[in-house]
């Protein structure tokens, strides 16, 4: 028997292909409701507000966090980013799956917060993979790269913690598995 959808937290390094995973599974299955997050990062090319993220200003951010509009958020490479309470609360209330694709800091507060919560890690095929994607993916500068990289080995570390984890090799697969783990199919 089918449990109460829960809420599913997708982590893994900068660049593994979250975003590429979760954009491929919602085409076919655009009932998983995915969190927007609000970030203080500059929008990439093609980004649009309140659809890939709500970008906000400094000022913004810090009121967010103080009236604790957010569920969780965290610094991440130098921007800081958080997921709005209010909509995730509801989507849950709805009973309808909800997805949050966080960072690591991010899943251990929903960990601590929501311990209900099924905890996903998605991992590269190899590190050299992950710099190619990353470095591929052409949005940031070197710099930034290094950042993210730094980062990407800390989170890597921490596979364990997590409850699932996924190999990205085949985004059509990896989709297919977090579907299965969210009930949807
Ligand atoms: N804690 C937390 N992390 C987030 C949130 N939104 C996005 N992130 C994470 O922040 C990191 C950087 O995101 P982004 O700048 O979009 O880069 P990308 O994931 O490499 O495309 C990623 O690990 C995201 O999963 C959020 O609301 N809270
Ligand atoms: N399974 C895969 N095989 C090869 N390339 C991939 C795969 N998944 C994602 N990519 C590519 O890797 C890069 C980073 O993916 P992205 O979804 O932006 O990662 P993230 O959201 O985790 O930072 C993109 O250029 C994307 O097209």
């Known amino acids: 028997m089918s449990e109460r959808p829960r809420l599913t937290v997708l982590s893994g390094p900068s660049g593994v292909g979250k975003s590429t995973v979760v954009a491929h599974m919602r085409k076919e299955h655009p009932e998983v409701w995915l969190s927007v997050s609000a970030t203080t990062r500059k929008p990439r090319p093609g980004e649009r507000h309140g659809v ?6 400094d000022e ?35 009973g309808e799956p909800v997805l949050l694709e966080i960072d690591l800091q991010g899943a251990r507060q929903v ?59 085949s985004v059509k697969d990896v989709a297919r598995e977090l579907l299965a783990l969210m009930d949807v199919v």
């Open 52 to 57: 890939h993220y709500f970008f906000v200003t």
């Open 111 to 169: 960990r601590e917060s929501m311990p209900e919560a099924q905890l996903v890690f998605l991992a590269p095929p190899s590190w050299e993979e992950l710099v190619r994607r990353l470095t591929g993916r052409g949005t940031e500068p070197p710099e930034v790269i290094e950042r993210r990289l730094a980062a990407a080995k800390v989170e890597l570390a921490a596979e364990p913690e997590f409850d699932e984890t996924l190999v990205n090799t």
């Open 60 to 94: 913004e951010m810090d009121k967010l966090i103080a009236n604790g509009e957010l569920l969780e958020w965290a610094e991440f490479a130098g921007n800081r980013y958080g997921t709005p309470r209010a909509a995730v609360l509801e989507r849950l209330e709805k």
